[in-house]
């Protein structure tokens, strides 16, 4: 037998180091034997590979009750490895892996402590040593290390210290990276690195769910991240993900996958900064935003698809609280994500709809492993509802209605607690969402279903709000509150016990409060209309009880004097949207900390006081109070934007970071309000300078369109040719604005040589009467459109026809003449019409303006980065994402509101007697409706119709039919063609029978048929027959006198003199006046009594005069004695334009 060989030697060192790197632990002993055969000197090596063996050996062996002697024969190897250690000089590598398995066979022997002291003091450090640039440690060496640093780490956390720690395992992550490209063939390389990675990551996660700082957020990041990277260098795929439990870990490795998803939602629904490196460098812009919304995401798929591949469906008793965990963060994060705090540039791809969808996608693969659960479906509710899937969000909350009664009624009966139903306070502010949405998108529909939905949960609260009187019971007995045969909780059960906020209770009665006034706005039952909304102040007022905390709620407020308005109380509604712009209101109260989210809040509320104003005759109060919905933002490059690009669509321009303006983050809704008040603006200016100054302020409203809804595109909807205008030479239409607004028609795009851009004009002497200016007329980039003319050349705009209409062939129109669509500044002339001054006590609304738009820029930042952990991860109640409509369903909504803006304008250019742009208007109007008919006809679904509302959309096709017919019956009104009127009137109520406005215009001509103020023109006609709808008007001298409407008309007044000669007529026998007249008395009294009329005024006047010509005086005098009181409380638009159903 030869001597020592030191070049096998050599080679049982790598085998040996080899073997323990795979954990080959049987070729250990033999290579140890060989190895110290030729290295006899190296016995602290020798030593540390026999004790590491008998460590795992041991282990191995190691029974799962009681002692294992094999471990209790570890204490041998501790007095021979300290000797070595202390003996060896000449191997610093020896020394630290001896050092190793002295501290590991501690650990075996259940010394943490000991371990702990055994081991290097500074592992990193004398690590570094070993490994640097200059040499490489072996394998073997490396993997001591994490074993090291994981035994060190693991003992501070058990006696305690937290800190240290964490201090340990950060010690070790430059290792981790210097080792990770070894871990596809490093067997316990592989097993220590996972066991390091899974301990720090639960220790941490820990220290930051404790101590929420951002350190600890940073150092939390670097562990779950290595452990991301530790598994995305060992997987096949970016996608795989391996489950089950790592080799000695006490926890499955979804548990870390949890914690990490966990950890990252804690950020995000805390607002905390975004640690972007291992050294917490921490940011909040665009880009940062995406990388952060992209981690979450993958993590989130990750644990998800581990989730569910390990739990199992659960038994009847059973509950699954991992997968509501998940569902608990997925919602979290969905309401932040989705809400006004994020951009949507900030989401990445998708935006807000993918990210939905995506949660849908969840919510439905966790139901698979959940059975009945209500947390999901609530959740399903939330979301469908938040993307306007309204069929679906009612379906599923009908479903959780009907588990949470059942399941409640099993408590009572049995008073075990059910853990799995939703406790009382999320039931009521699930319902609480579900009733207000049903009152602001379901129509007369939706308004029934929230009502006895409303009227179920009164009775309920009515029992069991603390702050309610027990004498206010109305409904239920002593068995419990009822809704047919299903029950909530019984009367004065005790089996649940969950509290219920302050908060909680005042938006279950808001929206009770809601659902009774909507209620009685649409219920076709009269005599019930004020027993509703006398209910409704009731429980709106509940809401604002001291008690609940919620005395200057923005919404309750609005709801409470909406109704009171329709009360006819102004002074006390005028006095509560006082309360609610009151300047000391801050956004360190609103629950959503998003920008300007106070201020958009009160855009309702500053027209409902401009209405209330205009209501007693203070139109210049009323203006400022216009002008407030505006200036409340301060700077208005805040709401409109500074950059011209701004002004060319909704969404962001771009993916650069910039300053993105207000209504960039409006949803339908709240852009809707905005127009709405322009269009109120517009109304009193016309009724302070006449509506040939309000007509120079169209323009403005179709640039507000344009910056609001971009170009409302009607691909579908072509021009039929006898819509088709020739303007003259060098000017362009009214239907060049109105193409550039929605959009033209390949034809008229395909030749035009090049556009023209609205420009301001100093030149022209419209009117001597100057009108107040407007909010935007500041603006130092104002919304332009683009023009060209029908005939492809450049369009000239002028403001308005400076001569009066002329007679012209059948088709053409007149050219509208427009100057710019930028808005100019003008100065506040005095107003035609005397305005009454603000009386003491009442509201001033310049001295809120300037109030408020002081603390504009306060109010629009986001809450300080909060430190706060959260109590839980639970979506909040009252922040969800608002519903924004998809696409199709937007544009519908887009096309009817660009309808009512047209034919707003007709009513201008009607009131000051330009009749052909009025009419002009009607037809861009017309081919909007006809677009969205053909389109709506066009659906596969089926589930569109022409004569049915969409729901969140707004009217029916047919409605807005309505509309465009009885504007068309207003023109020829005017225009002295009653009986022209009247077959437009009729056209209108075959689309829409119950349109107030054409019976009211209907009555009105059939009245004065009845009573012979109007005679039909003889059944043969004459050569010169009355122009129809679409074609020009005559000459005034062919006018018959007789035709002069007397709809304006004082009751009992003699019609004026005739002008002269009158045409032959026709006289109807007493029995066809006698049937016109009782057609109006049927119509009219049928329109007073639905919610479109029951507080229409002219209604009730038309009404008064039916009664009148049949001798009725006593209902005669009551109805015209209600036209009165409706008169004096009549605002200058109804109260319907402040819009949302009062939600």
Known sequence: MGGPDQSKAVKYIQQLDQAQCDGDWEAVPNLVRKFSKHAPARACLTLAANATHAVQQAIKHQPST??????????????????????????????????????????????????????????????????????????????????????????????RSLGDAIEVFESGMPIVSATASELKKALELRKWTELLLT????????????????????????????????????????????????????????????????????????????????????????????????????????????????????????????????????????????????????????????ISRSVLEILYRAATKTFHSTQILRGLFTVHLALADFELAFKAFDTYFQIVNKGKQRVQKTGEPEHSLDSNEDVLVTASKCIRALCQFGGLAGAEKAKKLAHFFESWLEQHDPSHSQEELTNGDSSGVTIGNKKLLGNGTTAETSTVSPHVYAHAWRAIGISNAQWARLTPDAKSRPEYQTKAITNLRTALKPQYECTDDVDTLFALALVLSERRQIGEAIQIVGVALAPQRNADKAPNPAKFALERSLIRLWHLLALLLSAKEQFTEAFHACEGAFKQFGDLKALFGEREEDYQSEHLNGMQEKHSSAIDDMDDYEKEAIIEVKMSQLLLIEIQDGPDVAVNGTEELLSLYSRLFGQTQIPFASPRKSQQISPATGTSTLRSVKGSIFGRSKRSNRDAPGATTFASSTTENVSTASRPPTSQTTATAAPKIQLTGESGASAKLTRRSQHPSTKTNKGDKLAHKLSHASIRNQNVATSKATSNPASDGEISPTKIVDSTSQQAQEASRPNGQGTKPLKSYSLLPFSSPATRLPPSKSRRHHIGILVRVWLLISGFYRRAEQYEDAKVSIEAASELVQGLEEDILRDASGQLLVDAREWGVGKSVEELWADVCTERGQVSLAESWPFVALSHFESALTHFPDHPAAIVGLSNILLDISSETLVYPPSIPTIATPPSASASATSTSHKPSTHTSTTSTPLGLPPPPSQGPAPPTTKLSLFDRLAARDRAHGLLDRLTKLGGGWNDSEAWFGLARAYEDARMEGKAKEALWWCVQLEEARAVRGWEAVGGGGA
């Open 66 to 159: 009681g002692t294992n002697p094999e471990i209790s024969s570890l204490v041998q190897y501790v007095p021979p490895l300290i000797g070595a250690i202390d003996a060896e000089h000449n191997h610093p590598e020896d020394v630290f892996q001896a050092r190793v398995a002295l501290g590991w066979v501690h650990w075996a022997l259940g010394e943490p402590e000991l371990a702990a002291l055994r081991l290097p003091k500074n592992i990193e450090g004398d690590f570094s040593l070993l490994d640097g640039t200059s040499k490489q440690a072996s394998g073997w060496t490396r993997t001591c290390a994490l074993k090291a640093i994981y035994i060190k780490g693991v003992a501070l956390e058990r006696s």
């Open 199 to 354: 301990k720090f990551c639960l220790i941490t996660s820990q220290s930051i769910k404790s101590n929420a700082s951002p350190r600890m957020e940073a150092e939390t990041l670097v562990a779950f991240r290595a452990w991301a990277d530790f598994w995305e260098r060992l997987a096949s795929s970016s996608t795989a993900a391996v489950g089950g439990y790592a080799t000695e870990a006490d926890v499955p490795r979804r548990l870390i996958w949890k914690e990490y998803y966990a950890t990252l939602s804690f950020i995000v629904q805390s607002d905390l900064p975004y640690p972007s490196t291992a050294l917490g460098a921490t940011t909040n812009n665009h880009g940062m935003r995406i990388i952060q919304r992209g981690e979450l995401a993958r993590v989130e798929a990750r644990y998800e698809s581990l989730l569910l591949k390990e739990a199992h469906f659960p038994k009847a008793e059973q509950s699954s609280e991992e997968i509501e965990e998940l569902v608990e963060f997925v919602l979290g994060n969905w309401a932040v994500l989705c809400g006004s705090c994020w951009d949507e540039h900030d989401l990445g791809s998708g935006g807000r709809v993918g």
